[in-house]
């Protein structure tokens, strides 16, 4: 399991190539960049993470402030107390992994943004669902769990100050929020059924996936005037330079993909590019994208360019 699933290697090539193709400062760097890049997923989903563990210690730092102004309050537990008590915001806390990980990338939310954590938590404290909470008391990790994943998801998600901080990281932040989130949701359910607390990692396989991702990267590059040419005959009355950048990059990739990964099916290649199509180009161009990438195939199978390997590939 990782974070990084091919689809979004092949999403962090593309954004990788299209910066390059725009200020070429070399492959070298283009792909530098790239795995900063992806770096910056990882950096995301534990500062998300920390976030809500902050939350169990400001409900702390709140109870303590509480008890020093008043002091007849006797044995009663304060709802931040009960609050503090969650399990699963516990289990965060003390995870040892998730802490050197939070030291590591010098993640603080209290010294640079704490007004975040302050407005999360100051929020939920004056929903119906936190005073529902208060009132069962902390204790049972289901219902633990449950109140967290509520947390995380109406007002860490949603967090105004919070996305301006993530864009302030990457520019791709929101690219990369969905993924983030997803696998954060991932990580509360293992803190529920497990009980060694465990961080996903960004990669399912490390030396694998850099491996596909540079060898994407040079591989676009290195037959990049070639497929420009294919490009353009293929387009037939259009001009090259009046098909969209981003078009011509996917469409590149995929036919990179085609020629220099014999372990992948084509079909899978198509299926890919013709997703990244779908989001990222119009309605007409994506479309086209997948019109050429069908005559493309073609081609390339006649110039005996696609050769797969391995079980199930020959006629793939």
């Not at 929903?127 to 769990?145: F, L, M, T, V």
């Not at 007002?155 to 929020?177: C, G, H, P, R």
């Not at 540079?214 to 490009?231: G, M, N, P, V, Y």
Request: glycine letters at 2%; one cysteine or more; proline letters at 2%.
């Amino acid at each position: 399991m990782g974070i990084l699933h091919r689809r979004h290697l092949r999403l962090k090539s593309l954004h990788a190539l299209y910066a390059h193709l725009q200020n070429d400062n070399g492959p070298t760097v283009g792909v530098k960049n790239l795995k900063a890049s992806c770096e910056k997923v990882y950096e995301m989903y534990i500062m998300l993470l920390q976030l809500l563990a902050d939350l169990k210690k400001l409900a702390e730092e709140r109870a303590a402030e509480v008890k020093a102004e008043k002091k007849t309050l006797g044995d009663a537990k304060l709802p931040e107390e009960i609050f503090a008590e969650n399990v699963i915001l516990r289990k965060l806390v003390s995870s040892s992994e998730l802490q050197a990980k939070v030291h590591a990338l010098k993640i603080n939310w209290f010294r640079n943004d704490p007004e975040i954590v302050d407005k999360v938590f100051r929020t939920f404290a004056r929903s119906e669902d936190y005073k529902n909470y208060i009132q069962e008391g902390a204790g049972d990790p289901k219902r633990d769990c449950k109140v967290v994943v509520k947390i995380f998801k109406q007002y860490v998600v949603n967090n105004e100050a919070l996305q301006k901080t993530l864009e302030e990281k990457s520019i791709f932040w929101n690219d990369d929020l969905d993924i983030v989130a997803v696998n954060v949701l991932k990580t509360l359910d293992r803190a529920l059924k497990e009980d060694q607390f465990q961080l996903i990692p960004l990669y399912k396989d490390f030396e694998d996936d850099n491996s596909f991702m540079k060898k994407l990267f040079h591989a676009t590059l290195s037959d990049w005037d070639e497929s420009e040419e294919r490009i353009e005959k293929l387009a037939k009355n259009w001009d090259v330079d009046r098909i969209a950048l981003m078009d011509r990059i996917i469409m590149s990739m995929a036919m990179a993909e085609l020629t220099s990964f014999s372990e992948i099916p084509v079909k899978v290649t198509l299926n890919e590019y013709i997703e990244l199509a779908k989001e990222y180009s119009t309605n007409k161009s994506k479309n086209f994208v997948n019109g050429i990438l069908d005559k493309a195939i073609v081609q390339l199978r006649e110039e005996d360019k696609i050769n797969k390997t391995g079980r199930g590939l020959l006629d793939t």
